[in-house]
């Protein structure tokens, strides 16, 4: 597998920041249609589920790395026990969430597909796949599916939803901490707030529940950079994908959640190379 180059990254970055004007024709019919595609295909084991939804320049990447689908997870078939999507109809782009507890092969995935909007039938162009399995950053597929089943993600009414720029700026607040003092102070803390990093939960059913125990006190560190977003104001969802330097260069998924502009939810998952993280 090769790591993305500069110009991966640069093309993969650009591919989330929206369609051009005047293309329009992306709805969420559409993201829904290849999102369940990719569901079966995973489930099955079977990526040929997905080459018809497929635009012809189609690039797979996993764990940060340009890989080939027949050799990733998506080669595997895995009982999904869990799924969530969310749907970015600006940027043409969905996440999904899954979770695959079996004891066989244990998986806790994050998803982002983007559809190709040169492309007249807007095919599907990137699967970017954060896979955590065993040995992975607090990794425990049980524990975590017990934590998200308890936890609610229903859409938010109008009344609870913030713009996406206000969702993507405390997302990048929250990932700046590790490199900027000052960042915490821009991240829109709620109570309660409850973090899954892993499958370790901060949550203990308290409405006093805070995310900001565990916040980093050492702010020089390398920053979190080569960040990919799926934003949804409906969910108040804004999911990042980045390459999270001071921990080995690790594949890192980071899904916030707001609720009436202030955090409710984050989920994470951190996969270092070999799957093993050392900090």
Known sequence: MAFFSPFVWASLIALSQ?????????????????????IQAQASGNFSILQSSSSKNFTYYENNNVSNPLA???????????????????QCSTY??????GSKNPYVLGTQIRHDPTNGTLGISVIDTIASTTGAWLFNASKTLEHVLQESWTPLPPDKQVARDVLQATADAYLDMWSNATASNAVAWGEPCTR?????????GSPTDSCKPGIPSNHHQA?????????????????????????????????????????????????????????
């Open 72 to 90: 990733g997870v998506l080669r595997l078939p895995l009982k999904i026990d869990h799924s969530r999507t969310t749907f970015d109809t600006v």
């Open 196 to 204: 899954l990093e892993g499958s370790a939960y901060t949550g203990t």
């Open 96 to 101: 999904t969430e899954l979770i695959s507890a």
């Open 18 to 38: 929206g369609l051009p004007a005047g293309l329009s024709s992306c709805t969420r019919e559409l993201l829904e249609t290849g999102a369940n595609a990719y």
């Open 223 to 279: 920053p979190n950079i080569h960040r990919r977003y799926v934003i949804d104001e409906a969910m108040g969802s804004c999911t990042v994908f980045c390459l999270w330097q001071h921990m080995m260069n690790a594949a890192d998924s980071h899904e916030f959640r707001l609720e009436g502009g202030k955090l409710r939810y984050v989920h994470t998952m951190t996969v270092c190379p070999g799957q093993t993280c050392r900090l």
